[in-house]
């Protein structure tokens, strides 16, 4: 049981992750009336996605714990015991998902949303705007941390299943 929390906590996170990236934002874009309204519900769904992605990441952690305990308690798995479960390269997957999720929601979004208030609107500010250029290269840490952290959880999933079939 516990093991399917892990899986199903990481499926989850990656696809909100996915839909977000591939579905949410490019439709909104598409669809809304003005790149500010797009902007808007993207950022939105994003603060969502990264407060559940979060959630998922320590329920991830948390039930690894649990696991833990169980098979020391059990001792089936005494190689274990020296704690070298948390040192398996998922964990370390989903420590650096959180880590770059947590720092993407508490330092580049904030500042996004800063700019986008001083400029009223992304749209009307001219291209050679400070503010705009500022606001274009937090979007490219913005994006490469996503990326990053869906990379992440591929290989954490990958990982994971590997960790099943040796099991």
């Given at each position: 049981?516990?093991?399917t929390i892990e899986f199903l906590s990481l ?60 098979l020391l308690f059990h001792g089936s798995h ?69 990326s990053a952290v869906l990379l992440a959880g ?14």
């Amino acid at each position: 049981m516990l093991r399917t929390i892990e899986f199903l906590s990481l499926s989850l996170w990656l696809g909100a992750d996915v839909f977000l990236s591939f579905v949410v934002a490019p439709g909104a874009f598409s669809v809304l009336p003005s790149r500010d309204a797009a902007g808007a519900i993207v950022g939105y769904a994003l603060t969502r996605m990264h407060i559940g992605g979060i959630l998922c990441g320590i329920i991830f952690l948390l039930v690894r714990l649990l696991r833990s305990g169980f098979l020391l308690f059990h001792g089936s798995h005494p190689e274990r015991s020296d704690g070298s479960l948390f040192a398996s390269p998922a964990v370390a997957c989903v420590v650096l998902m959180i880590a770059l999720t947590t720092i993407s929601q508490a330092f580049v979004s904030p500042r996004m949303a800063a700019l986008r208030l001083q400029m009223g609107s992304i749209e009307a500010t001219a291209p050679g705007s400070p503010l705009l250029a500022a606001f274009a290269r937090l979007h490219r840490v913005s994006v490469s941390f996503e990326s990053a952290v869906l990379l992440a959880g591929i290989a954490a999933m990958y990982l994971l299943v590997r960790e099943s079939s040796h099991a």
